[in-house]
């Protein structure tokens, strides 16, 4: 913090707010492997649509699937070091609440059997806006305490605000999680814990001292 000119009093405020992630996104996929491309297509397509079918019996809607990638390679034995048959992947993106994330990869585990591949598992919240608010006002709340007791040391007292910066040099407010882990899998599916995801705000406020 620091004070411009003699009248005015620039202060920044810091607040960090956290809540609980409740929506989850999956990247799932199948792939597999034979000695030519029709058949590595057709056994993949296969899983595929098992795969989605079962996904969406769990009750994940049909706008919360979508494909994300589809490929076809060439397959590589590594104990003659040659190219050797060919590989075929389907990816899709899956949106489900976190609480039945395990179900949901259960039940592509099933459908799919050894041609499922989980990619990756990314947490999220439904509503990030109340959240964002809440870390700003209590940055700005941050920000009003400093000044008012900057203010008392220099003994004066704080004006009215002159200017306010939301978007500080650091850049937006980051959306980040604390924490995420996913435990093995066990008689109910996969368990991944939520963690806490963390609103930053920074704001400075120039104050007029009077």
């Not at 960090?16 to 030519?36: I, K």
């Not at 595929?48 to 009750?59: D, M, Y």
């Not at 395990?102 to 990619?119: F, K, P, T």
């Amino acid at each position: 913090m620091t004070t411009e000119e003699s009248a005015t009093l620039r202060v920044t405020g810091t607040a960090t707010c956290g809540a609980s992630p409740d929506r989850v996104e999956l990247r799932l996929g199948v792939e597999h492997t034979a000695d030519n491309a029709s058949e590595a297509l057709d056994a993949a397509a296969t899983s595929a649509q098992r795969l989605v079918a079962a996904v969406k019996e769990t009750g994940v809607a049909d706008q919360d699937v979508q494909t994300a990638g589809l490929s076809l390679d060439r397959g590589w034995d590594s104990e003659r070091n040659v190219q050797s048959g060919y590989v075929a992947r389907h990816r899709f993106s899956v949106r489900a609440a976190l609480d039945t994330s395990g179900a949901v990869i259960s039940a592509a585990a099933d459908a799919a059997g050894d041609d499922l591949r989980v990619e990756s598992v990314s947490l999220a919240i439904s509503e990030t806006d109340p959240l964002r608010s809440r870390a700003q006002r209590d940055a700005f709340d941050d920000a009003r305490s400093q000044a008012t007791e900057l203010a008392r040391l220099a003994g004066r007292e704080l004006g009215p605000v002159l200017a306010i910066d939301t978007s500080p040099a650091s850049g937006p407010i980051p959306l980040q999680p604390k924490a995420m882990r996913m435990m093995a899998m066990d008689a109910a599916g996969p368990v991944i814990e939520g963690g806490e995801f963390a609103v930053t705000a920074t704001i400075v406020v120039v104050y007029e001292l009077v």
